[in-house]
């Protein structure tokens, strides 16, 4: 039994390391050992089910798969597909909450995927709420049948959470997305102008 991250990524305005946009998930192998071509087989189908919500196909989607406890060096695999950089719809903060838990009410048996909702196309910023078809978008990651995180490798893998603190997996059981915008900082963009101002006060 080994569990595995699956890091999608994404650039976003440029190619820059830094300006990569990534959402990740765990999985549980429970069945034989897992080999290169069981991950890319895994992290290929991750990817189609990214482009499920994410609509039009404009840009880059590369994952990178390690295998825990906490990995370090180079990743197990790597599956990439399209070339160049997303747009932003919107400010590159903005994401939508995918929830989900084995056990809500256990803060080591929840977790949480921010969505990159600013580089989906046709989503509708006007209001100051996600729409209800966008949470379904958000939702169907989880609950769409044979096409969602749970699904993803067949019997032998299950979706879940990885607790850092326990060292440990929890299969998920349920999940829910709120009609809340989040906010993610660490996807904001560099400046690339200023205004500035002298004067006496």
Known sequence: MSTYRFATSWPVDTMN??????????????GGPA??????GVASDLIDIWKGPMGTFTGEHRVDVYELPEPTGRPKATVTVGNGPWTLQA???????????KNRNDRHERGRIYCPVSIWPSVGFASGRPSQVLQQRVL????KSNDSFPDLGGIDWK????SHSQQAFHQAEYAWVDDEWDTQRRRGRKPLTRLESFREG
């Not at 400010?91 to 838990?101: Q, T, Y």
């Open 35 to 40: 080999v290169q071509t069981d991950l890319e």
């Open 91 to 101: 400010p590159g903060e903005v994401a939508l909450c995918l929830s989900f838990a």
């Open 140 to 143: 169907d990651l989880y609950a």
């Open 159 to 162: 979706f879940g959470v990885w």
């Open 17 to 30: 390391p830094r300006d990569r946009f990534e959402c990740s998930i765990y999985l549980d192998q429970v």
